[in-house]
């Protein structure tokens, strides 16, 4: 055994501050066998090679563990063993060669580069030098002698090869590299392009040479790069009118199916033809992943954009132009179906996805991604609800890390993390999730995967106890009790997420700017969808089917905004509570709900009501007279089985029209272009239309009535 000296000699030790305990690394050689500096493990210290990997401290425990082949040394996680020692595999050993089970010394002939070689049986003090590309003589993959293959330069003409690569004129010919022509259908020697230009070729063919050459369709007109042809033509593209039959260029027509002249659609609108029939614009779909990345790994989070759930009433998805916005600062920054970014800092980042028809009608929809440093993002890696002991990202035991585990470890780690759940995972939750509770905050993020609580039994699924939390994405279902509770905390930010068929309301406590929204779906509630104990932000979501009442909004829950919601088949679709007074009811929709579309008769005061639409509720419109609102004007009142308000006037700029939506039956509560609600409303100040850069706060001449602006 080596002296203590010898072994501080060959080790370092190095000692680290954390915020929780002093630990100490010894750190070891690559292949050592736990010969000198067994205290370490004794003391509980970690063992690291010089590479920096972890070595477990059951490598230096002096006993054959599980996975170990001897004692402290071979297997998946312990140093190779030494010379003579039992193995497996090469892998066990320190010269990576295992022969009858043993471990062999180095050779110059073993097929490993082991001992002191600079390669595989070369180099070093023992073995002969290394093949090189200089070394006068045909070896490596080499096809000429030091030239050729994949290592060396490529050869002259004359010369042997196996592909074009191995030639200097690319060109490779009965295994022999060839002088390079002006007729080898490659670009070589100076040409300026394929067999052409330079000192030795012809000039190369132009769109201006007075030749029909190239992939011309006419005389220096048509094909992929010469301007479209004003008679003969291949295909439309040849074309001005971008209609070409015979091969001759056709005039354009308000029937030959293409959108020309100064047509405003496809055969339709300008001064040639009719008037187009009425159009919607598209309905954009956006889903980022991963949701949450870092700026800093090796190499930083690519970030992938997919449209692919995009639709349009009129167009196909292939005649729709998609144009990425990754930083929402009015800067295109890529278009297409889908589109990858990566970030160079830290930050919260709102991607804008802008989505046009072949009409000119576009639409945009926005989408929140998390970029941390890699240090702070924590993956999910099992969907098996487990729930090992002192689970770390590093060691998290059993299956992997779960989500149980991941939240257990936020809670407890210093500085705020980011939570990974990847998209796909279904995890079934054996019993309620551990609450949020990390003093720094928690962002959690799982789009694409689902919470399902049947089996947890009659308890909450998942419950934000800390300030700075944000929950984006996942589906959560099956829940005895609440799906999600949120305490008496602040700054929260509740997004994408579907609710659906669970026991009880969503339920939002806080103190201060809590937000839930946007693109929430909370529906089939066995209770209410949602319930609101403060002031907070409910905006662009959706309630619909739930059994009670779509959003409860109790009496301690003054100055709520209630914003671009809609709210369907619940019962009422609003219900305010005596003692809630100061509410902000703007730009919702609350169709087709089984008694009130919103009622507030029991006591409430200063209610602000504008630019709602309430059509085909059961009972009345609103419950409501006209001492609890301090302003109520500008709502659409269409088909209520009662009637309007029950007890108060409309207001200034109030209709009773049909508000036009696009297909109430599917969903759909955009207005059509020629609805009474379109630019009917007033201007309340807030943003409507989705805050894209410098698009002011709504679109046309005034805000349009109810929850979706129409471009």
């Known amino acids: 055994m080596p002296s203590i000296n010898s072994i501080f000699r060959s080790y370092s030790v190095e000692l680290r501050s954390s915020w929780r305990a002093r630990a100490v690394r010894c750190l070891v050689l690559s292949g050592w066998l736990g010969a000198g500096l067994h205290g370490c493990a004794r003391f509980g210290y970690e063992l690291l090679t010089l590479d920096g990997e972890e070595v477990p401290l059951t490598c230096g425990n002096r006993t054959l563990d599980p996975g170990e082949v001897d004692v402290d040394c071979g297997g998946d996680l312990c140093p190779g063993c030494a010379v003579g020692v039992a193995c497996d595999l090469g892998g066990d050993c320190m010269s990576a060669v295992c022969l009858a089970n043993i471990c062999q010394p180095p050779t110059c002939g073993d097929a490993a580069q082991n001992g002191d070689e600079t390669g595989v049986d070369c180099g070093g003090a023992s073995c002969g030098a290394c093949a090189t ?62 067999d052409c230009g330079g000192t030795s070729c012809g000039a190369c063919a132009t769109c201006s040479d007075g030749a029909q050459n190239q992939d011309e369709t006419g005389v220096d007109c048509g094909g992929n790069d010469c301007l479209a042809c004003d008679d003969g033509c291949g295909v439309g593209s040849d074309c001005a009118s971008a209609v070409c039959l015979g091969n001759i260029c056709q005039a354009p027509t308000c029937g030959d199916g293409v959108r020309n002249q100064d047509e405003t659609g496809t055969d339709c609108g300008g001064a040639a033809c009719g008037a187009c029939p009425p159009n919607t614009p598209p309905l954009p779909q956006l889903a980022i992943t991963p949701g949450v990345g870092s700026h800093d790994g090796t190499p930083p989070t690519v970030f992938l954009g997919d449209a692919a759930g995009t639709s349009d009433l ?34 919260t980042f709102e991607v804008r996805l802008v989505v046009q028809d072949s009409s000119g009608l ?7 991604v998390i970029v941390s440093p890699e240090s702070d993002v924590l993956q999910v890696t099992t969907a098996v609800d487990e729930n090992d002991g002192g689970a770390t990202p590093a060691s998290p035991g059993g299956a992997g890390l779960s989500l149980r585990e991941a939240m257990t470890f936020a809670n407890s780690s210093a500085g705020k993390q980011s939570i990974l759940v990847p998209s796909g995972f279904v995890i079934a939750l054996g019993s309620q999730l551990p609450a949020l509770t990390d003093g720094s905050g928690v962002d959690l993020v799982g789009d694409g995967a689902v919470l399902d609580g049947s089996g947890a039994g009659s308890v909450h699924c998942l419950q934000i106890a800390t300030s700075q939390t944000r929950v984006f994405g996942f589906e959560i279902r099956n829940c005895a009790q609440s799906p999600l509770r949120v305490g008496f905390v602040t700054d929260i930010h509740i997004s994408r997420l579907f609710i659906h068929d669970n026991g009880q309301a969503v339920s939002m406590d806080g103190t201060g700017s809590n937000v839930f929204g946007p693109n929430n779906v909370v529906s089939r509630s066995a209770s209410h969808g949602m319930t609101v104990f403060r002031a907070t932000t409910i905006e662009r979501n959706e309630f619909h089917d739930n059994t009670l009442r779509g959003l409860d909004i109790t009496g301690s829950a003054d100055g709520c905004v209630v914003i671009g919601n809609v709210i369907t088949g619940s019962d009422p679709g609003i219900f305010i509570s005596a003692g809630s007074d100061d509410n902000v009811i703007v730009h919702n929709t609350l169709h087709a709900n089984t008694s009130q579309g919103a009622d507030m008769s029991n006591g409430v005061s200063g209610t602000v009501l504008q630019n709602n639409i309430f059509s085909s509720n059961a009972l009345f419109g609103v419950d409501a007279g006209n001492a609890q609102f301090s302003v109520n004007d500008h709502n659409d009142y269409f088909a209520n089985t009662s009637g309007t308000c029950s007890s108060c006037s409309l207001g200034t700029g109030s209709l009773t029209s049909d508000p036009e939506y696009v297909d109430a039956p599917a969903n759909d509560f955009r207005l059509r272009s020629f609805s009474l609600a379109a630019d009917a409303g007033v201007d309340t100040g807030r943003d409507v239309n989705g805050s894209g850069p410098g698009d002011g706060l709504f679109n046309g001449a005034s805000p349009d009535i109810g929850a979706r602006e129409t471009p």
């Open 362 to 368: 576009s639409a945009s929809t926005t989408s929140f």
């Open 133 to 194: 590309c200089s070394d006068g003589a045909q070896n490596q993959d080499e096809t000429g002698t030091d030239c050729g293959g994949s290592v060396c330069v490529p050869c002259d003409e004359g010369i042997g090869c196996a592909e074009v690569g191995d030639c200097g004129s690319a060109v490779c010919t009965g295994s022999i590299c060839q002088a390079p022509s002006c007729s080898d259908a490659v670009q070589n020697q100076d040409e300026t392009g394929v």
């Open 314 to 347: 009129e167009d196909a998805p292939n005649a729709l132009t998609y144009s990425w916005d990754w930083e929402n600062d009015g800067v295109i920054d890529a278009t297409g179906l889908t589109s990858t970014h990566s970030y160079g800092a830290a930050g």
